[in-house]
């Protein structure tokens, strides 16, 4: 996520001759709280080079000390500080990995969904800001038709390969700062499948609004003993190389079944190689049972650093 500062400059003219000499604006409007210099112009200060993108910049786990049997619904509340524009690629998902009967899925806000937008299209469109709900096949080889995806009015989807055999709803709607409720409960069954729908509650107006929903192989869940959740800075054909906001994104204390599952410990790791691997701009602290990913400036991060543990205080 990248913020440039600008220096606004006035030119002035002078009389008798001399030079003219650039002054600060007086009455300059301050840059946007999110913005700070680009990814490459930090990389240049530091002397480091940039991985390629996506960037997990922070990736938080909550490992449980069991399973939850006969999952019905996964629920997560999250705060972002600031408005983040569309001109950033910034993913924050309150459902970063998740597994219900050995199935794979993820979700959250992109600050730009694209896809698909329709099940006969096959041309990507990318109409900025929204949520996104995916699913991967079992094997993550075995493709996944869209009769596995329900998509509701001006929502998107997609079904293809390049991550792994995934299925998936994106929904196309504005947000920026505040709380809200990401969620995925369970639906009606269809012969020996089910259907998972997903809504995010806007927490300051009261608003539920429905994303969409996928189709899962069986009928009785079992969600597994942990939980994931990060902020990444993703590449998309719109945008390639998106910079890096400065921003802190709260994650509370994911409920399962309406419940805190019983905790054994809570992780931060910061991948710096690999396929999300990212230069060190995040840091995650504790506060009380929520974990704040705090992302500004890069940094040297000693390698010894990259994961820590996180003492939540119930």
């Not at 998107?156 to 299925?167: I, P, Q, R, V």
């Amino acid at each position: 996520m990248k913020h440039f500062l600008f220096l606004s400059l006035s030119f002035a003219s002078v009389s008798c001759g001399e030079s003219e000499k650039p002054s600060p604006q007086k009455n300059a409007a301050p840059p946007p709280p999110h913005q700070q210099l680009s990814p490459e112009e930090m990389a240049a200060e530091l002397g480091i080079r940039l991985p390629p993108r996506p960037w997990h910049m922070a990736n938080i786990w909550w490992n449980f000390q069991r399973p939850t049997r006969n999952f019905e619904k996964l629920e997560v509340e999250f705060t972002i500080d600031q408005d983040i524009p569309d001109s950033y690629n910034l993913y924050v998902a309150p459902v970063g990995v998740a597994q219900i009967n050995g199935i794979d899925f993820y979700g959250g806000l992109q600050t730009n969904v694209n896809g698909w937008a329709s099940k006969t299209s096959r041309r990507r469109v990318h109409p900025g800001m929204g949520a996104i709900f995916s699913r991967w096949s079992r094997d993550k080889k075995s493709r996944l038709s869209l009769d596995h995806v329900r998509t509701v009015k001006g929502g998107l989807c997609e079904s293809a390969a390049y991550e792994g055999s995934f299925c998936s709803v994106r929904l196309p709607f504005k947000w920026g700062k505040g709380s809200y409720v990401y969620s995925i409960e369970k639906g009606k069954k269809e012969g020996d499948k089910t259907w998972f729908d997903c809504r995010v509650l806007v927490k300051e107006t009261g608003k539920s609004i429905d994303v969409g929903g996928l189709l899962f192989e069986g009928t009785n869940f079992t969600f597994w003993d942990r939980h994931a959740t990060f902020v990444e800075i993703y590449s998309t054909s719109k945008i390639p190389r998106s910079g890096i906001p400065k921003a802190n994104v709260t994650f509370g204390y994911p409920l399962v079944n309406g419940a805190k599952p019983a905790l054994l410990d809570c992780r931060a790791y910061h991948p710096a190689k690999g396929g999300a691997g990212s230069p060190a701009c995040a840091k995650a602290r504790v506060e009380g049972e929520k974990v704040v990913v705090e992302i500004g400036p890069l940094f040297r991060r000693p390698e010894n650093k990259s994961s820590y543990l996180l003492k939540l205080e119930p």
